[in-house]
């Protein structure tokens, strides 16, 4: 077996083997996902772009006209849009990442939780695009509260909690779509309960505040808190609401734990399946 | 000489899909027919086999008998229903015809996911790629597309890869029926090397005579049991003798179609 002269990789050495060699591979197959989705497409990655822009464009006018919503409406829409398009991006890659990968795990060993954790790293590809037009939407419809302010220090927190929450749901997906691959469909119809049952056309917190009954099941959505949280830092300029952000991380964190528990069972019969 | 490859009372069962629990089955359970053929099939049936390091263990076969599955367990990529699969190093892939190869992606990039995957690293990838794509003879079609390749080039592409993973342990499984001669030349001098350098390897093979000259020891399945196992020659010859008189028995001139006018 070779192996490259621990001098020439100062940093790599600090690495087990094991790891150095599962990042390469995830790597490997990061790259090819994100080349087997856009190949054969005349805008390529650009539909990352296309897609948000109009669903921002399309409510903002539904809401603008009909619904007489401020002028600060697609701001408002956008910074909680464009992450939960970013978690049902990534929950539909997940629930085809085993499934779409047949041949490798038929002939290959390697550890199978990659697959889904490449189909979230080929999503941030799409979300990374997706921050210039968050910004475009925001100088073009200056928020009421001050964005630029310390609360944005909360902004790599609450985006970890949501890599948390889509790869620990992305898991869970991904395994049962093996299992029943009618999961991919019921995915269809969680993400549109999750789209009105989250903040994203209107604002949550205030409204729930005299009814915590009421509150405390709204919040079980992981989501909820999440985007509420995304809102209130790049919108309102404020810090998040904490009970209800602490909500959405313990949450993410029960869907993590069942979705590597749940996966790591299924796992063992994935190539009896595929 | 220690173990490579030790099963102990192995016995594998598949979940046939189309016996999962369905929902929609279970719903309707009284109203549907039941399906027939209900006793899902071992395919294998408590095999006990150790291979020693270095060893070269062809095994044959008729189809369904366990062969692939044997191999699966050994790779890791299936677990056994009972018993236990030991394994003691670096595993190749099972090598099958076009394994795992992406179709839109172009030769290039599936040697490079494919190498990554058995375990090379981006340097070594980097040192041996011109050296893989030399043994896969594919030049002016490395960067096309998988999907335009013939299967001789797709199976050259395969095995070219795995000659430069370096495995411990390498199984193949009949690869070496495609290709032209001379490519099928290359690929059996490549593993006599394999086999010179202690590599342990188990051939699943329709090709008896190649498995006479590259194994020094050869198994049979039938069944998913290990009907003979012993030097190649000895076992092939039962085998061959089997396979002639089932064939023979089942071939009855009388009984094939007239040939057209």
Not at chain 1, 76 to 96: H, T
Not at chain 2, 140 to 167: C, K, N, Q, W
Not at chain 2, 226 to 237: C, E, N, S
Request: charged letters at 15%; aromatic letters at 8%; hydrophobic letters at 50%.
């Amino acid at each position: 077996m070779l192996s490259s002269p621990p001098s020439a990789r100062p940093l790599a050495v600090l690495l087990s083997p094991a790891i150095r060699r599962h990042s390469f591979v995830f790597a490997s197959l990061v790259a090819k996902s994100y080349k087997t989705t856009y190949r054969n497409m005349a805008l390529g990655v650009l539909w990352s772009l296309v897609n948000p822009l109009v669903l921002v464009a399309v409510l903002s006018a539904v809401w603008l006209v009909f619904f007489a919503a401020s002028r600060q409406f697609p701001a408002f829409v956008a910074v909680a849009l464009i992450p939960f398009n970013f978690s049902g991006q990534c929950l539909r890659a997940c629930a085809q990442s085993v499934v779409g990968n047949a041949s490798l795990v038929k002939k290959v060993a390697f550890p199978r939780q990659l697959l889904p954790f490449a189909a979230v790293a080929t999503s941030l590809a799409d979300l990374a695009l997706q921050i210039p037009l968050v910004v475009a939407v925001l100088l073009v419809f200056p928020p009421p509260g001050r964005v630029l302010a310390a609360p944005l220090l909360w902004l790599p927190a609450i985006f970890a909690l949501h890599l948390l929450l889509v790869a620990g749901t992305g898991l869970l997906v991904a395994g049962a779509n093996v299992l029943y691959r009618d999961v991919r469909y019921l995915l269809e119809s969680v993400l549109v309960v999750l789209f009105w049952a989250s903040p994203i056309l209107y604002d949550a917190h205030d409204r729930l505040a005299a009814r915590p009954g009421l509150a405390l099941a709204y919040y079980l959505n992981p989501c909820a808190g999440l985007l509420e949280s995304y809102r209130r830092v790049l919108y309102e300029g404020a810090p998040p609401h904490p009970v209800p952000l602490a909500m959405a991380f313990g949450t993410s964190l029960l869907l993590a734990a069942l979705g590597l528990g749940v996966f790591g069972r299924l796992e063992r019969d994935f190539a009896d399946l595929l | 000489m220690p173990l490579a490859i030790h099963l102990a009372a192995v016995t594998k069962v598949y979940r046939v899909p189309h016996r999962r629990p369905f929902l929609a089955r279970a719903l309707l359970r009284g109203v549907l027919p039941r399906p027939a053929g209900e006793a899902p099939a071992a395919a294998l049936r408590e095999i006990d086999l150790a291979v020693e390091r270095g060893e070269s263990v062809g095994i044959v076969g008729a189809n369904g008998s366990g062969k692939t599955t044997l191999l699966s367990l050994v790779a890791g990529t299936m677990h056994p229903t009972r018993g236990t699969v030991r394994v003691e190093g670096r595993v190749g892939p099972l090598l099958e015809l076009g394994a795992g190869f992406h179709p839109d992606l172009t030769g290039y990039e599936n040697l490079q996911l494919n190498a990554a995957l058995l375990g090379l690293t981006r340097a070594e990838i980097r040192a041996r790629l011109a050296s893989i794509v030399d043994f896969a003879e594919i030049d002016e079609h490395l960067h096309a597309p998988v999907r335009t390749y013939s299967t001789g080039m797709i199976a050259r592409a395969g095995f070219a890869v795995l000659a430069h993973v370096d495995p411990e342990i390498l199984l193949v499984d009949e690869v070496l029926a495609v290709g032209d001669a001379r490519f099928r030349a290359k690929c059996e001098r490549t593993m006599e090397g394999f086999r010179a350098r202690g590599i342990t390897q188990l051939l699943v093979s329709h090709n008896l005579p190649l498995l006479e000259r590259l194994c020094g020891r050869t198994i049979w399945l039938d069944g998913g049991r290990i009907r003979a196992d012993g030097p190649p020659a000895a076992v092939l010859a039962r085998y061959r003798e089997e396979q002639g008189a089932a064939g023979e028995s089942r071939i009855r001139p009388d009984r094939c179609p007239p040939p057209l006018a």
